[in-house]
Structure formats: structure tokens, C-alpha cells
């Protein structure tokens, strides 16, 4: 099956500076990469996610890339903000599983201001 | 909007008893999932359900068992609570390919 390796596992930046999460995956058949934030005592929800079929997305500050030949694909959050404070998630899956996830270990990000 | 609702928030449970997390989705999703959150570990599916009486085996299954008997409410029971049970359980459903998580069930078995 599927196995998800996220890195680093804690990250401390100061406000205004550039974060940036990577993941590895194991699974050549991957091809939906979703992303995860989660606050503090507050349910996971989804903020961006990106095909197989399209190597880099951005919406507003963050931004997903994709390397499929390396298996790897990465989170960059610009003009780090407090409210970007959370744990983060990275997940793959290949569509013939039905969306059955496979969650990185998380990366907990603190936006010191 | 999206509402997926659980039972309870938190919940302390002793060795050996048998425990009923539910979870509501109010969106007509077809797919529902069972999550368990610890530090460190990310989260680990334990069993999801495509349809009504309808399960599959997540990553972690054993100690576990699931029912589905309608649409809108997946259950997650845990025969015989043991301590490394302790955890955090997220339940979800999916549009799409988006998953809405519910608020979480915090278990500690003692």
C-alpha cells in the first residue's frame, strides 16, 4: 500500500518569512495530493490539492508543487501570518482506491510574531 | 455547508468495555471514514464505508468494528476497550474529492 513520509515533523518561522513542508510518497499510481490544516482544537480541513497531471498550484500565499518522477511534492506558505499556526497534512492517493487517503505524519507550523 | 457531527467530544472509557463512537453527515455523502489521530502517526484510517451495509478495511482495523445501517450515520465500535486504544478519533465524509472532518471524539480508555 501507500506510505506517506512528511518532513519536518515541527517548524518554528517568524512572521513574514516563507514556510515550506515536503512529502514523500511511495506509490507510483499516486495522483491526488491533497493538503490538510488543522488549528488547534479544530477539525482538519482541506486548503489545497493538486493532480498528477499538473506539476505546481497557487492560491493566494500557499502554493503545492509536485515532482512525480521524484515522488515528491511540497507545501510553501509566503508571508507567513499567526493564523497560519497549525498542523499541516499531506496525503496521496491513486484514484482506484475510492479516495482512501493516505495521511503524512503531520508538521506542526509556528508563526512566531 | 457541510455538517459532520459526533457524538460526544470527550469520552473516558475502562479496559474491557465496549465503546459506540457515532458520526452524522447531513450531505447525502456516500462515503464516510473512521479516523485514529495520535502525535507523530498522522491519521491512520480504520475502516470506510462506500454505501449503506457497505465497509472495507482501513489501515488498522483490528480491535475495531463498523456499522452503517443508514446513509447518514457510520458507527465505530470497539468490542473490548484497551488502553492503547487511547486516542483521538476523527470520523469524515466525502464529496468529491474533498473529505469534511468531524470535530473529533478525544477516548481515553483507563
Known amino acids: 500500500g501507500e506510505n506517506v513520509e512528511q518532513h519536518p515533523s515541527t517548524l518554528s518561522v517568524q512572521e513574514g518569512d516563507s514556510a515550506v513542508i515536503k512529502c514523500t510518497y511511495s506509490?507510483?499510481?499516486?495522483?491526488?495530493f491533497p493538503w490538510y490544516k488543522q488549528e488547534l482544537g479544530k477539525r482538519p480541513q482541506l486548503i489545497i490539492d493538486?493532480?498528477?497531471?499538473?506539476g505546481e498550484k497557487k492560491d493566494q500565499r500557499i502554493a503545492v508543487t509536485l515532482n512525480k518522477t521524484a515522488k515528491h511534492f511540497s507545501l510553501h506558505i509566503t508571508e507567513t501570518q499567526p493564523e497560519d499556526s497549525a498542523v499541516y497534512f499531506c496525503?496521496?492517493?491513486?484514484?482506484?482506491?475510492?479516495?482512501?487517503?493516505?495521511f503524512g505524519g503531520g508538521t506542526r507550523v509556528l508563526v512566531k510574531p | 455547508d457541510v455538517k459532520v457531527t459526533q457524538s460526544s467530544r470527550y469520552l473516558v472509557k475502562r479496559t474491557g468495555e465496549k465503546v459506540f463512537l457515532e458520526c452524522v453527515q447531513d450531505?447525502?455523502?456516500?462515503?464516510m471514514f473512521w479516523y485514529r489521530q495520535d502525535p507523530g502517526l498522522g491519521l491512520r484510517l480504520i475502516y470506510f464505508s462506500y454505501d449503506v451495509k457497505m465497509k472495507e478495511k482501513g489501515d488498522i482495523p483490528e480491535g475495531y468494528s463498523v456499522s452503517r445501517e443508514k446513509k447518514e450515520r457510520f458507527s465505530l465500535i470497539l468490542e473490548s476497550a484497551s488502553t492503547n486504544q487511547t486516542s483521538m478519533y476523527l470520523c469524515?465524509?466525502?464529496?468529491?474529492?474533498?473529505?469534511?472532518f468531524g470535530p473529533g471524539t478525544r477516548l481515553t480508555v483507563t
Open positions: 493538486i493532480r498528477s497531471n499538473v
Open positions: 469524515a465524509s466525502r464529496l468529491g474529492y474533498e473529505q469534511y
Open positions: 450531505m447525502d455523502h456516500e462515503n
Open positions: 506509490d507510483s499510481a499516486s495522483n491526488y
Open positions: 496525503a496521496a492517493t491513486p484514484e482506484a482506491a475510492g479516495n482512501k487517503l493516505t
